[in-house]
């Protein structure tokens, strides 16, 4: 077996581990909320606690991928935290203790997903031979696999189980980072080749990138927090549930494995328009109380308003971001990815006490605007085509 192959295999394995545990969270955490007895306001607060903390605390924490820390050490201590962490929201029973719970769990999750990427696409570029989006695509099989046993088990046991989940899975993810993830993070450059602030700033346009696939992840705030919450006051069962957010991961799955390889090829910028012009009309859509048939023709379409967006997003930081600043560029899109999903997350909660279903048409102008944000810096790689590669 091929160096590369091989170490395909591990980092594949890296994602399908963190990405197990983010399948049980992400769908049915809101709903152990509502077992709680919270109302659709709060749920609204506590989904977004981990998100602002992910604002405060992103761009610190991959900071220290840059430096002798290390993403190893990172990622070895948010697991650890993960699994303290969760056995102690059990023994919760009311909303503040439960707030400030999350908020520290959060602390532990912030760097996993981010730190994930910043091992892999690091390893692209020093392995041409490597496919980020097949590596990713295995995170999205987990996450398929989770969302489906979430679904079942907690039918079976009620919302309790996601808690019992959230404890045990981490244990693979320790497990996949001792045997991903070299130690001390030899395929992360550590210092910039001078120490100017011209050396150590991330181009404007890049910023601009940022600034607009952020806005376009943003969009999923209404989603991830009442769409399981609404789908069940529609009468679906929760395996249905299951099945509408394995629908887009299906789909989700098959964008990595066949655009993966834009990670490392380009600018990513057509990537990401393509996913802001389908969150306007995916959200706009779902706000119309739509059927089965046709809610799972919108959820397919995640593969576009994510999946698309996230290899997007991914190319631009491998092609514009500066060798000796890719963990705090990371750190920062994944903290303004969590400041526009936790601005739209908190409206959400408001909007869908007031307004219901029309909490998704509220999430259209994010994909909007960040379309025209893409292509002012469509504008400026023209104008600046040197400028736009130097990061490598």
Known sequence: MSTSRALGIRLSA???????????YLPFFPIWLQSKALSPAIIGIVV?????????????????????????RLLLASHLGQMAGFPLLMLAQDSLTIIGLVALVAIAQAAVIPGNDLVTTAAVQRHPGLNYGRIRGFGSISFFIANIA??????????GIVLVALTLIPILGIIATLIAVPDGGADIPEKAEDGSPAAKALPKVLWIVMIAAAMIQGSHGALNAFASIYWQSQGFADSVIGYFWAAGVIA??????????????????????IGASAAVIRFTVLSLHPGTAVTFVL??????TFGASHLGAMAALTALAPLHARGRAQGIYGSLAA??????????????????????????????????????????????????????
């Open 252 to 273: 989700e799955i098959m964008v990595f494995i066949f655009l993966g390889k834009a990670v490392g090829r380009g600018s990513g910028l057509g990537l990401l328009m």
């Open 150 to 159: 979430a679904g079942y088990l907690v039918g079976a046991f009620g919302a």
């Open 339 to 392: 400041l526009f999903t936790a601005a739209s997350t908190i409206a959400s909660g408001v909007i869908y006490k007031e307004s219901g279903a029309a909490v998704f048409a509220a999430m259209a102008p994010l994909g909007a605007i960040g379309f025209i944000l893409l292509l002012a810096a469509a504008r400026m790689l023209k104008t600046q085509p040197q400028r736009a590669g130097s990061g490598g």
């Open 48 to 72: 977004a606690i981990p998100i602002i903390v992910r604002i405060v605390a992103t761009a610190p924490l991959l900071s220290l991928a840059d430096r002798s820390f290390g993403p190893r």
């Open 14 to 24: 890296l994602h399908a581990a963190s990405f197990f545990s983010h399948g049980f």
């Open 299 to 304: 959820q397919t379409m995640h593969s576009l």
